[in-house]
């Protein structure tokens, strides 16, 4: 049986937006942006370091756009 707009029901009524985002990206999509979330959680200081550095460089070096 079809919704008014086609979609089939949900069996527990409206989708949340987890389920909606799961649903777009996939379980590859999710098990990815996890990933990067928990890799920007450890090693967030030392990637934020390591920008600044580069920043520093790239002004140094008279890099255009910085």
Known sequence: MLTRNGALPCP?????GWGRLLG????????????VW???????A???RMIQL????ARVLGVQGV
Not at 12 to 16: A, W
Not at 54 to 57: K, S
């Open 38 to 44: 928990w890799l920007t959680q450890a090693l967030g």
């Open 12 to 16: 527990n009524g409206v989708m949340n």
């Open 54 to 57: 580069l920043e520093q460089i």
């Open 24 to 35: 777009v990206i996939g379980v590859p999509g999710a098990i990815a942006v996890y990933l």
């Open 46 to 48: 030392r990637l934020d």
